[in-house]
């Protein structure tokens, strides 16, 4: 899957046609189910935003962190929710307890497998999270496309985006033997966003025409004006 999305030719349009777009796919692990998913995103950028107005990178990185939960349009296939949504994790090693779900796992050949039930699996200590596979979702989409497309955004801005459904390593401390002197780095900036993500959207609505041109700039600024998906 990931080497079939990561061929980026599903289609071409812009960031904000994109956030559109959005509007048209239903996450059902997200709690506010009643709420467009462009708001979800742009509740998030203006709460950073105003906490944090000389980083226009995290805000524009609020804005653009789950857009590739257009993986469930059927312009792109309409994946399983399974696929795409949800708590993502590494492969190769031992599943976490701390991962939702864990005794399901217990189903997964890797479970069994010496090669990959250890706490390291295929990896080594500080082998840095670039060199682990990590399960397949929106997530590791939206860095793909980002990365694809040449984006300007500071590594940072894609450690957010790539890991931000990671919620075993940023929520419960795991897998940080993984890590190396970078990811240490990117993980402060991950913590500081993860405050303003799930569960923590205002029920003030925003006006999204008012806002609208700022965020156009900010897509100017890091992103070509097409991109391919």
């Given at each position: 899957m990931?080497?079939?999305?990561?061929?980026?030719?599903?289609?071409?349009?812009?960031?904000?046609?994109?956030?559109?777009?959005?509007?048209?796919?239903?996450?059902?692990?997200?709690?506010?189910?009643?709420?467009?998913?462009?708001?979800?995103?742009?509740?998030?950028?203006?709460?950073?935003?105003?906490?944090?107005?000389?980083?226009?990178?995290?805000?524009?990185?609020?804005l653009?962190?789950?857009?590739?939960?257009?993986?469930?349009?059927?312009g792109?296939?309409?994946l399983?929710?399974?696929?795409?949504?949800g708590?993502?994790?590494?492969?190769?090693?031992?599943?976490?307890?701390?991962?939702?779900?864990?005794?399901?796992?217990?189903?997964?050949?890797?479970y069994?497998n010496?090669?990959?039930?250890?706490?390291?699996?295929?990896?080594?200590?500080?082998?840095?999270?670039?060199n682990?596979?990590?399960?397949w979702?929106?997530?590791?989409?939206?860095?793909?496309?980002?990365k694809?497309?040449?984006?300007?955004?500071?590594?940072?801005?894609?450690?957010?985006?790539?890991?931000?459904?990671?919620?075993?390593?940023?929520?419960s401390?795991?897998?940080?033997?993984?890590?190396?002197?970078?990811?240490?780095?990117n993980m402060?900036?991950?913590?500081?966003?993860?405050?303003y993500?799930?569960?923590?959207?205002s029920k003030?609505?925003?006006?999204?025409?008012?806002?609208k041109?700022?965020?156009?700039?900010?897509?100017e600024?890091?992103?070509?004006?097409?991109?391919?998906?």
């Amino acid at each position: 899957m990931r080497t079939e999305y990561g061929k980026l030719n599903k289609m071409e349009m812009g960031i904000w046609e994109c956030c559109e777009l959005l509007n048209d796919v239903i996450d059902e692990s997200d709690p506010d189910l009643d709420e467009p998913q462009i708001e979800h995103l742009l509740q998030t950028a203006e709460a950073i935003r105003k906490d944090y107005p000389n980083e226009d990178w995290m805000h524009l990185t609020g804005l653009i962190h789950d857009l590739g939960k257009v993986l469930l349009h059927p312009g792109f296939g309409e994946l399983p929710q399974w696929a795409v949504v949800g708590d993502t994790f590494p492969v190769g090693c031992a599943f976490d307890k701390s991962i939702v779900h864990h005794k399901y796992f217990e189903e997964n050949p890797d479970y069994h497998n010496s090669d990959y039930n250890t706490k390291y699996g295929v990896y080594s200590e500080g082998c840095g999270l670039n060199n682990v596979m990590m399960s397949w979702g929106h997530d590791d989409y939206m860095y793909l496309v980002s990365k694809g497309n040449n984006t300007t955004l500071p590594p940072a801005a894609l450690f957010i985006i790539r890991y931000h459904s990671f919620y075993a390593l940023h929520k419960s401390g795991a897998y940080r033997h993984l890590m190396n002197e970078e990811d240490t780095e990117n993980m402060k900036w991950l913590q500081i966003f993860n405050k303003y993500d799930l569960y923590s959207k205002s029920k003030v609505r925003i006006d999204v025409e008012k806002v609208k041109p700022y965020y156009l700039s900010l897509i100017e600024k890091y992103f070509p004006a097409k991109l391919r998906w």
